[in-house]
């Protein structure tokens, strides 16, 4: 047992990615990166890794095999065919090293934090007890363990705060160097070990087992130590595996009919391509490799490793690839409305006053009343008057003899009174209050006031229309008497926030629904979803209607999206299909939803299915444009097997390619640098645009499909006129 | 008129007569396949054979539903042609040899109908009425039932039950084939084809030698060859033959029978999956590939500059003068694209790339519109591969018709499409790798090895028109071919089925703006590109051998 304590140095803050905009933006390419990776590639060479991949493990075979001959025949040909088979395998490779790199990386930056510490353990600790305390390494605790931490330590384990309340600093883990605030009960006492306790003293009880900490999860998330093919990945390789097998076969079977071709023709001499004994080798081998789908069966880890690498920058952990796939078959959306849609809390939008009184003059008492309320609320209406009556906000100490009412929750109002002669007018003393339209009309009637039926109408409207109400009430005491009045109304509601209609308009356009989720009741629901634009809303929602509503739509096959951070979110976060944990949330939560956002913003559940779309959409982008490929490498190679055979396939030689030794060479070549010239492609994500499916397919299409006819072409003609001056090629 | 201008009458006619009758014929299918009452006669079929027509099947059940019929339909007519000689109505002929019976036992039931044997020379009226003609019924109608439990995996949610294959069976015989049959033969009769039991006539020629002419019932087989794309002909000339086809328009209606059933079903589909305009779009996919391929037939044979071909004005050798060059090239395409197989002319005779293009009909797996019932699976789960790449590109796992397109349903797609281009290719390779297979070849170069391959894209896709040229009437290519046929029908069926047992276990995805729309032009246009490429790149380095190395000139 030691008793050093080992400090985690301060981690550098991940870079974060430019998050302006709502379009999925991706990672670029370092081209420094290639190079650093090229032994992580070489590495992979090693057939017992490579079998994982079936279309690579083909190619490294015939490049082995061409290597045999090329030993044997000593052409330059062959070398060069040789060389560039290999370096295929080692771009396939190198894409995928390159995107584990990025990983890798960010592991580095968390296996920093988990450097070990000594945790201060209390023995046999319960409630309002002192406890012994022992030093004990963090790799030894147990579940259930109690620990203290105090300021400037780093929590040993990931537990929840039991006692105490804290500030800590989780940049470890989030990037984020603001301090948050932990405490014991409630929905924030969520700690993560490897963060530091930045003041005060807390008692964590652990609830992870050693070495299942939230880091070491991450870990092995951002390294894809244990990443396992998703489902579509699955049935992505099924087709690339059965193409892969009608091209061998295609092949293969070719073989006994070139033999009989050339042996109805004596008089041809063997070429390069032919001789008696069929196709060479070397020809039969680049022609497999040209046809099987080698560009996307490259790739397809690739892409799939720089999905989940493009959540790790929004700082959104998966905790499966399944995940992030099942983001982009989303069909409904849960929002809940505050903090997602709203902003947190309500603010003051109107002021309405009640008889004859000024509006002005209401917005100034309001604001007076106002200014000892640290509510929110209370500092909405404050701006509210800055900002459309331009009152400028005084301090209270400007303001002689004033005796401020804080709010608090028994009074439910908050208020002034200020003596002698305030803003000229004759009255002695004034007196303000602003609150619940009850209380302030009870204040004003204890006053001997009089509250007018107009104040009743006012307030019912606010009601109905989904915002909250709140009453200024005055009462002057002057030397004659004092009188008790009714000013006006204050309008609160809740704001939502900006760009939210568009993005909510894009979701409907990727045909997602949206269905906010909120406690409030249906009026006022409604109104806030009417100005949000979502398509439906669940009004006075509990936890259980939540989770019968994602039942409901999961019945009806659609697949389910939803954020939560509470206890009682768990279940329902388990049963959705997406389910995203706020990083602030309980450890529950964290364990049931698939994936953890540890900037904690519910919005981004937005930016997520975004993510998952445009992975498969890469997928089936670069699937294409691999199949489509094969017919200009046909044009290539297949001419220049026979041409000596039968002359009139020379027609078939649209491109003009110089010789059939180059033209056979160039599709070799064109087929391994595709490769290169895709990882940056593969490693971004294609571009995505919400729209709908019918335009992103024709836009898509028309890049991939049709350009992955045409390019071809243009790449090997290009590459054929450079290889023509290889002497032995020509 | 010219010949071309009656070529486009003959093709725009037939076009015409397709879509005025796809609707109301597939609505009638529609209503057969989903009806829920028996007819009298089929009541006593169900208890003849000890069934109940009302208890459904997973698709396990019914794939060995089809096996088991199919088994002993083969048993049945292998033994059947063995015993001729002792049966009535044999004319004489001797019990038919066993590798030729094994041969057309199989392509009888695997509504190939490749003959082996000359029909006039080898069978009597009683092999060819109760055992032959037996089978394009109910071949067809197997067919036929396996495409509606096909269907049934997208019409149905949440189940394990696809239909019953002995209910399908029995109403595709008696509702749909019986009642056209009758009346298509009464045309044809009209037409001049013969149907009698008359005795072979011996003539005296004009050349002073003696020919023997054998009648029979000829009109009847006849019209369920079209009709059920069987292609197996009374007569060793089969539609070439003027007592099975004696005229132009006679030619018309075989080719509107051959055609009819296949571009009906794809709105007997869109009717069962409660979308008409899903069943528009595979009928669209079908016609466009079929109407491509009719073209390209005709001007490779109208506009071919041989010297003979330019000298006539067309490529007129193998073809009967009666129907022309242009109406026997569309009669190619068609028995070609569809699984019939019959033939009017000699496509060995075909200009190279004319005879080109019937194999790339076949070797598109038969699917545009296909043979009854398999040219509507086929196309689907062409729709399906299709789907799965295109749905990646919207951004979901792919969907289509609400059913999600994942690991075990792309794991039958691929199966299914594999298994056609195996049989074709290793079958040809071997071939050809074996010297005793290579004397079968009427002709040497390209064009023998032409003659190969087509004798395998024609069994493996159980299409049985043969290119001629090649003597298949040897133990080897009946037993290679024979294994080809079997393979080639029942593997894919077995995936077909499995593929719709997965599909009818979902629950259908709502439709939404996210959903890749597969009823517009652009998935039809995707669905005929993904097709040709993919068909085109499996057999390009055969075809570049046989037709192209033959049919490209300098």
């Not at chain 1, 990945?233 to 193409?243: K, T």
Request: net charge neutral; hydrophobic share 45%; proline share 5%.
């Amino acid at each position: 047992m030691t008793t050093q304590t080992i400090h985690a140095s301060p981690a550098p803050e991940p870079s974060r990615p430019d998050s302006s905009g709502d379009r999925v933006k991706g990672g670029l390419l370092d081209p420094k990166m290639l190079v650093r990776s090229l032994p992580d590639a070489a590495r992979k060479l090693n057939p017992a890794t490579l079998w994982r991949n079936p279309v690579m493990l083909i190619v490294e075979v015939g490049a082995v095999w061409t290597t045999v001959l090329a030993v044997r025949e000593m052409t330059a040909f062959a070398w060069l065919i040789t060389i560039w088979l290999w370096l295929t395998v080692v771009f396939a490779n190198l894409a995928e090293a390159v995107a584990e790199g990025r990983g890798k990386a960010q592991a580095a930056t968390l296996r920093r934090a988990k450097q070990d510490t000594v945790a201060r353990r209390l023995v046999g600790w319960r409630p309002g007890k002192a406890a012994p305390v022992e030093n004990v390494p963090a790799p030894e605790l147990r579940l259930g363990d109690h620990v203290v931490v105090t300021a400037g330590e780093i929590i040993p384990g990931d537990g929840d705060v039991v006692e105490g309340v804290a500030s800590v600093d989780e940049s470890a883990i989030t990037g984020e160097s603001a301090p948050v605030i932990r405490e014991s009960g409630g929905d924030r006492s969520a700690v993560t070990g490897g963060t530091k306790v930045l003041s005060d003293r807390i008692i964590v009880k652990i609830t992870q087992k050693p070495g299942e900490s939230f880091i070491d999860r991450m870990i092995a998330l951002v390294e894809g130590a244990n990443r396992q093919k998703t489902p579509n990945e699955i049935a992505l390789n099924i087709l690339l595996a059965a193409l892969t097998i009608i091209f061998l076969i295609a092949v293969a079977t070719m073989q006994p009919l070139a033999i009989y071709s050339k042996a109805g023709n004596p008089g041809v001499p063997n070429t390069t391509a032919l001789d008696q004994n069929g196709v060479t080798g070397i020809v039969l081998v680049s022609l497999v490799v040209c046809l099987i789908p080698t560009t996307i069966g490259a790739l397809l880890s690739a892409i799939g490793i720089a999905g989940m690498d493009r959540l790790v920058q929004r700082n959104v952990l998966a905790m499966s690839g399944r995940a992030v796939e099942a983001a982009g078959d989303v069909n409904t959306l849960l929002l809940d409305k505050t903090g997602t849609i709203t902003l947190g809390n309500r603010q003051a939008a109107e002021f309405i006053p009640v008889g004859d009184v000024d509006e002005t003059a209401l917005a100034d008492a309001a604001q007076l009343s106002s200014l000892a309320d640290e509510t929110p609320e209370g500092r909405s209406v404050v701006v509210f008057a800055k900002q459309r009556y331009g009152l400028r906000e005084r301090n209270p100490g400007e303001l002689g003899h004033a005796s401020w009412v804080a709010f608090t929750a028994q009074t439910r109002m908050s208020g002034v009174d200020l003596d002698g002669d305030v803003d000229g007018s004759s009255a002695k003393d004034r007196s303000l209050r602003k609150g619940a339209a009850t209380a302030v009309a009870d204040w004003v009637r204890g006053h001997g006031g009089h509250v007018p039926p107009a104040m009743g109408d006012v307030v019912d409207g606010i009601s109905a229309s989904g915002g909250t109400p709140l009453a200024v009430g005055e009462v002057v005491r002057t030397d004659a008497g004092s009188t008790a009045r009714v000013l006006g109304v204050i309008h609160l509601k809740d704001v939502v926030k900006q760009g939210m209609r568009e993005r909510f308009d894009h979701m409907r356009a990727m045909g997602i629904r949206t269905v906010m989720v909120t406690g409030d009741n249906p009026l006022t629901a409604k109104a806030i979803a009417d100005e949000a634009g979502v398509d439906d809303f669940l009004s006075e929602a509990k936890p259980e209607d939540k989770m019968a509503l994602i039942k409901r739509e999961q019945e009806g096959g659609r697949l389910v999206a939803m954020t939560g951070d509470g206890t009682n979110d768990a279940p329902a976060l388990a049963q959705a299909d997406v389910g995203v944990a706020m990083n602030t949330g309980t450890s529950a939560a964290k364990e049931a939803g698939n994936m953890v956002d540890l900037d904690s913003d519910p919005t981004k559940l937005i930016e997520i299915v975004e993510i998952g779309k445009q992975l498969l959409i890469t997928r089936g982008a670069l699937t294409t444009f691999s199949i489509a490929n094969d017919i200009a490498k046909y044009f290539a190679i297949i001419p220049a097997m026979f041409v000596a055979l039968f002359p009139g396939l020379d027609a078939l030689n649209i491109m003009r390619l110089h010789s059939p030794q180059s033209a056979i060479m160039s599709a070799v070549i064109f087929n391994a640098i595709v490769i290169i010239a895709l990882i940056p492609l593969a490693l971004r994500g294609v571009r995505y645009r919400p729209s709908s499916a019918s335009k992103l397919l024709s836009r898509n299409l028309y890049v991939y499909g049709l350009g992955g006819i045409i390019a071809p072409f243009i790449g090997i003609k290009v590459i054929d006129s450079i290889v023509r001056f290889i002497p032995g090629i020509s | 008129m010219s010949s071309t201008t009656a070529g486009i009458l003959f093709i725009g006619s037939l076009v015409i007569a397709l879509v005025a009758v796809h609707r109301p014929f597939g609505d009638y299918m529609y209503r057969v396949f989903t009806s829920t009452r028996h007819l009298r006669v089929e009541r006593g079929l169900y208890r003849l054979i000890g069934v109940n027509p009302d208890a459904e099947q997973k698709w396990s059940v019914y794939a060995r539903s089809v096996l088991a019929f199919s088994l002993v339909s083969v048993l049945f007519l292998y033994a059947f042609q063995r015993l001729q000689g002792y049966l009535l109505l044999n004319l004489g002929f001797k019990g038919v040899p066993d590798h030729i019976a094994w041969n057309t036992a199989i392509s009888f039931v695997t509504n190939t109908n490749w003959q082996a044997y000359s029909g006039e020379s080898t069978m009597g009226h009683l092999v060819q009425m109760s055992g032959l003609a037996v089978q394009n019924f109910v071949s067809a109608a197997v067919g036929i039932a396996v495409a509606m439990a096909f269907v049934r995996g997208f019409a149905r949610k949440k189940t394990d039950e696809l239909g019953n294959f002995w209910t399908d069976l029995v109403r595709a015989c008696v509702r749909v084939l019986l009642p056209i049959a009758a009346v298509a033969a009464i045309v044809l009769i009209a037409g001049g084809a013969v149907q009698n039991f008359a005795d072979p006539h011996t003539v005296h020629t004009v050349a002073g030698g003696t020919q023997t002419i054998t009648g029979g019932p000829v009109a009847s087989q006849e019209v369920i060859k079209e009709l059920g794309t069987n292609g197996g002909g009374f007569y060793n000339a089969n539609s070439a033959h003027p007592f099975e086809n004696p005229t132009a328009w006679t030619n018309w209606i075989e080719i509107f029978l051959l055609t009819m059933i296949a571009f009906s079903l794809p709105r007997t589909f869109g009717r069962m999956v409660g979308d008409k305009r899903q069943g528009y779009a595979i009928v669209s996919v079908m016609a466009t590939l079929a109407v491509l391929s009719v073209i390209a037939i005709n001007v490779a044979q109208l506009a071919h500059h041989g010297t003979v071909p330019t000298a006539v004005g067309a490529a007129a050798e193998g073809t009967e003068t009666r129907f022309g060059v242009s109406n026997s090239a569309t009669f190619a395409a068609a028995t070609t694209l569809t699984s019939t197989g019959a033939v009017n002319s000699f496509h060995d005779s075909y200009t190279s790339l004319g005879g080109g293009v019937t194999m790339l009909n076949m070797m598109l797996g038969e699917v545009a519109p296909g043979g009854v019932g398999s040219g509507l699976y086929g196309m689907l789960i062409l729709a399906v591969i299709t789907v799965f790449v295109a749905g990646l590109m919207v951004g979901r796992t792919p969907e289509y018709l609400g059913k999600k397109i994942g690991g075990r349903e792309m794991k039958f797609a691929s199966m299914y499409f594999l298994v056609t281009p195996v049989i074709v290719l290793v079958g040809t390779a071997t071939a050809m790798a074996m010297p005793g297979q290579r004397a079968s070849m009427l002709n040497t170069g390209p064009h023998g090895l032409s003659e190969v391959l087509y004798a395998f894209t024609s069994a493996a896709n159980n299409n049985g028109s043969a290119f001629a040229g090649l003597t298949v009437n040897t133990p080897w290519y009946d037993t290679a071919l024979g294994l080809a046929m079997v393979f080639g029908r029942f593997l894919p069926m077995v995936f077909a089925l499995a593929l719709a047992g997965s599909l009818a276990r979902q629950s259908p995805t709502p439709v939404s703006e996210g959903t890749l729309p597969t009823h517009r032009p652009l998935f039809v246009g995707m669905v005929a590109g993904v097709t040709l490429i993919l068909v085109g790149l499996t057999f390009f380095p055969a075809l570049a051998l046989g037709p192209l190395a033959e049919g490209i000139h300098q």
